[in-house]
């Protein structure tokens, strides 16, 4: 989706409740589908790639099989600013998504298991190589900028999101979301869950929540 049908199908909802508008630091981007999600590590990168200022869509796979114990135990889960660390010194490959010359030499069904569920994967090998045979894999990688720990107090989280767009978060339930606004009711942690928060809000009830995807 580009920005502009993304403004026009707002503004033409009579229920939604505020006016959108075109905005210069998104001109020629567009919206890809998210991806469904796999297991803690598979997430790091999935919620990554929504904060990314660049027109490219960048491989899950290559991040949960080639970082290694520096961003935690691949599908076993793993630690979101170590990622982001990883994508600043080492880079990640694009994948097939939308570029069908893209190096991401993995499917896009290798991956991990869903927590609870079966079958459990194994973490996919690092490849070191292109799928595509004209692109070498060292030097196709994309980089970060800067990684770096956004404080927990709300307030920052909303500056942050105003100012340079979504963060990346965790929590440590949410399996048995339906809708509405989630809030832990009962139960132990059963692992981390890693999102990209794009903004908040506040209900017909009063009740301040955060929105993610």
Excluded at 153 to 161: A, G, H, R, S
Excluded at 182 to 211: C, M, N, Q
Aim: some cysteine; glycine content about 8%.
């Amino acid at each position: 989706m580009t920005q502009k049908s993304i403004v026009q199908e707002i503004n033409a909802n009579p229920n939604a409740g505020w006016q959108a508008a075109m905005n210069s630091r998104f001109e020629n981007y567009t919206v890809r589908p998210l991806k469904s999600d796999f297991n803690h590590s598979d997430l790091l990168l999935t919620a990554q790639r929504g904060f990314l200022c660049i027109n490219i869509s960048l491989s899950v796979n290559d991040l949960l099989s080639c970082c290694g114990f520096m961003c935690g135990d691949g599908c076993d889960g793993g630690y979101p600013i170590r990622a982001w660390q990883y994508f600043v010194q080492n880079g990640i490959v694009t994948d097939e998504v939308t570029n069908y010359n893209a190096c991401d030499p993995y499917f896009d069904d290798i991956g991990c298991a869903h927590p609870g569920c079966e079958p459990l994967y194994p973490t996919p090998q690092c490849e070191k190589k292109c799928k595509a045979k004209n692109l070498l894999w060292d030097q196709s990688k994309h980089f970060g900028v800067n990684a770096y720990i956004v404080n927990s107090d709300p307030k920052d989280i909303m500056t942050e999101v105003y100012t340079n767009g979504p963060v990346e978060v965790d929590f440590t339930d949410f399996a048995h979301y339906k809708s509405g606004v989630y809030k832990h009711v009962t139960g132990d942690a059963i692992g981390g869950h890693a999102v990209k928060l794009i903004g908040w809000g506040t209900s017909d009830e009063g009740e301040d929540y955060w929105v993610c995807s």
